[in-house]
């Protein structure tokens, strides 16, 4: 049997594990993954952009390995091209497109996962969301006046 002291040591250990692995998820659940903020992309839509960026073809099975650790012909199957769509509607303002490869996945151009990979080392957003913020900030200006 063990006594008191060795209960308490043994529950003071496993609350310090607990604690570790919570600092983990908290981490895990504001991790952008390299990607801007104001991107504004999900754990599962950086996942997906991360397997965009670095492969010429993303497989359904592949996309669904990296998100949910399996694969399915299930519900996810819907929930992923959700989630690519969701996707093709943030990087659109990034000059970007994912293509739906039939029977395969999805995959992107060279020269966009290019333009992507760009501006993220320079950090500057692509003239076209320039435009449209400096439009934006002239449309509540005027709006003002």
């Known amino acids: ?14 609350n310090e594990e607990l604690k570790a692995q919570i600092k983990e998820m908290q981490e895990h659940l504001t991790d952008t993954g390299g990607f801007p ?4 992309l999900t ?14 073809r993303v497989s359904h099975e592949a996309a669904q390995i990296a998100i949910y650790g399996h694969a399915s012909e299930g519900p996810e199957t819907a929930t992923l091209k959700q ?3 969701n996707l093709r509607g943030k990087i659109k303002r ?5 293509k739906s490869v ?23 957003e692509p003239l076209t969301l320039s435009l449209r913020k400096a439009r ?9 006046i």
């Open 43 to 56: 754990r599962i839509e950086t996942v997906l952009l991360n397997l965009l960026l670095r492969r010429e």
């Open 136 to 144: 934006e900030a002239k449309t509540s200006l005027t709006n003002a």
């Open 94 to 98: 990034l000059n970007a497109e994912i």
């Open 37 to 40: 903020p104001e991107w504004r």
């Open 1 to 14: 049997m063990s006594t008191i002291v060795e209960q308490l040591a043994d529950l003071r250990a496993e």
């Open 102 to 124: 039939h029977g395969v996945g999805y995959a992107m151009d060279v020269d966009e996962r290019r333009r992507i990979l760009e501006q993220l080392e320079t950090g500057r």
């Open 83 to 85: 989630h690519v769509f």
